[in-house]
């Protein structure tokens, strides 16, 4: 089974991106973030066409996620618990059934947090203490647990090109950095590093200063696996060449196969 993750970066102005990588990489599961647009507005008759189930959770304008599945959702549930006046659309899970069990999937596009003098970051930090309780709950169930989206957190100063520029940034500063190693506390596995230690893995170039060009990247798209999904890990990709698209999304797709058995 393959699961990806893709920050699309609005999904009506990458369509036809979105298109192409779905029938080069043909995932089963994809999570997309920062859909930017309604439910309603969502392109979903073209990736229907392509044999995906669909289901959203939008916002005008910003934020947003989205589920793309073969396989049929067994249930979805839109919103991350713990804090009833947060209208971000920024969670959204869905749960499928395998050979064996069920595989529980949550989509993530976490707060960015900058400037972080501001209330932004306070958010950011909060939002990943509510991701901390939903985690440490959905272990206890001891199945396949998939989280996967843009963090917007750089885990190491191996994760980034160039570690000093990005010490007071809210994504590399300390209190973000552990409260990313408490998830992995809990249990879960960092699917890319699981299976490689070499620095350079990067998902996300600005737009400015031709970061692209130079290779001045950041790892900020991720895969946490409980250890029941992560036991199942057989490969992990980077899918950078479509950041050399025309016109792309600042981030580029990860996936990873486990090896599961669909009903």
């Given at each position: 089974?393959?699961?990806a993750t893709?920050?699309?970066?609005s999904v009506r102005?990458r369509?036809?991106h979105?298109l192409?990588?779905?029938?080069?990489?043909?995932p089963?599961?994809?999570?997309?973030?920062?859909i930017k647009c309604?439910?309603e507005a969502?392109p979903?008759?073209?990736?229907?066409?392509?044999?995906?189930n669909?289901?959203?959770h939008?916002?005008k304008?910003?934020?947003g996620?989205a589920?793309?599945?073969?396989?049929p959702?067994d249930?979805?549930?839109?919103?991350?618990?713990g804090?009833d006046?947060?209208?971000h659309?920024?969670?959204?899970?869905?749960?499928?059934?395998l050979k064996?069990?069920v595989?529980?999937i949550a989509c993530?596009y976490?707060?960015?947090?900058?400037?972080p003098e501001?209330e932004?970051?306070p958010?950011k930090?909060k939002?990943?203490?509510?991701l901390?309780e939903?985690?440490k709950?959905?272990l206890?169930?001891?199945?396949p647990?998939?989280?996967a989206g843009?963090?917007?957190?750089?885990?190491a100063a191996?994760?980034?090109?160039n570690p000093a520029?990005?010490v007071n940034?809210?994504?590399?500063?300390?209190?973000?950095?552990e409260?990313?190693?408490s998830l992995l506390g809990?249990?879960?596995t960092d699917?890319l590093?699981?299976?490689t230690?070499?620095p350079?893995?990067?998902?996300?170039?600005?737009y400015?200063?031709?970061?692209?060009q130079?290779?001045h990247?950041?790892r900020?798209?991720?895969?946490?696996?409980?250890?029941?999904?992560?036991?199942?890990?057989v490969?992990?990709?980077i899918d950078?060449?479509?950041r050399a698209?025309?016109?792309?999304?600042?981030?580029?797709?990860v996936?990873?196969?486990?090896?599961?058995?669909?009903?």
């Amino acid at each position: 089974m393959r699961i990806a993750t893709w920050n699309v970066n609005s999904v009506r102005q990458r369509i036809d991106h979105l298109l192409v990588w779905l029938k080069d990489c043909t995932p089963d599961i994809v999570c997309l973030q920062e859909i930017k647009c309604v439910d309603e507005a969502f392109p979903r008759l073209e990736i229907e066409a392509l044999g995906y189930n669909v289901v959203t959770h939008g916002q005008k304008t910003f934020n947003g996620v989205a589920l793309l599945s073969r396989l049929p959702f067994d249930e979805t549930k839109s919103g991350l618990a713990g804090d009833d006046e947060d209208a971000h659309a920024r969670f959204l899970e869905g749960v499928v059934t395998l050979k064996r069990g069920v595989l529980r999937i949550a989509c993530l596009y976490l707060p960015n947090g900058n400037p972080p003098e501001t209330e932004k970051y306070p958010y950011k930090l909060k939002w990943m203490s509510r991701l901390f309780e939903y985690s440490k709950q959905q272990l206890k169930a001891e199945g396949p647990l998939v989280l996967a989206g843009d963090f917007n957190v750089i885990p190491a100063a191996r994760d980034v090109h160039n570690p000093a520029a990005w010490v007071n940034d809210a994504l590399f500063r300390p209190a973000t950095r552990e409260s990313f190693q408490s998830l992995l506390g809990l249990g879960l596995t960092d699917a890319l590093r699981a299976v490689t230690d070499a620095p350079g893995q990067y998902t996300f170039w600005d737009y400015q200063a031709g970061a692209w060009q130079k290779n001045h990247g950041l790892r900020i798209d991720h895969l946490l696996l409980s250890p029941q999904a992560g036991d199942r890990l057989v490969r992990v990709g980077i899918d950078s060449y479509v950041r050399a698209w025309e016109k792309p999304s600042d981030h580029v797709p990860v996936w990873i196969d486990l090896d599961l058995e669909t009903a």
